[in-house]
């Protein structure tokens, strides 16, 4: 509630203009760890977990679009977020293409 009251008042200085849009346009998303247990509020975890892949990027090169990136790092995301529930990622991938059963050659 006290970001929606900083959110609707007018600011003059740019820099505060700057934050305030900021914030407004993460509004929904700012709190999400205190609803979500597995949400680290500091972000570090996640960070730490793209950390390799942002470096392996940079130095080969591979992705060179920006959806290649995206999808390069949504999948590798969700690979170490299913490690780090002790989940088989193999197995939640196929659940997540159907439930069919992948082929190993």
């Not at 003059?12 to 597995?38: C, M, S, Y």
């Not at 090169?61 to 995301?77: C, D, N």
Request: charged fraction near 30%; proline fraction near 3%; hydrophobic fraction near 35%.
């Amino acid at each position: 509630l006290h970001l929606e009251g900083l959110i609707r008042e007018d600011y003059e200085a740019q820099e505060v203009k700057k934050l305030i849009e900021k914030i407004r346009n993460g509004l929904g998303h700012w709190l999400t760890f205190v609803t979500e247990p597995d949400v680290d509020s500091t972000n570090n975890r996640a960070e730490r977990a793209l950390r390799e892949q942002v470096v392996l990027r940079k130095m080969f090169r591979t992705l060179r679009s920006a959806e290649g990136v995206q999808i390069h790092e949504t999948i590798t995301t969700m690979l170490a977020t299913w490690k780090r529930r002790g989940l088989d990622p193999p197995e939640q991938l196929q659940s997540i293409l159907g439930g069919e059963e992948l082929s190993s050659g």
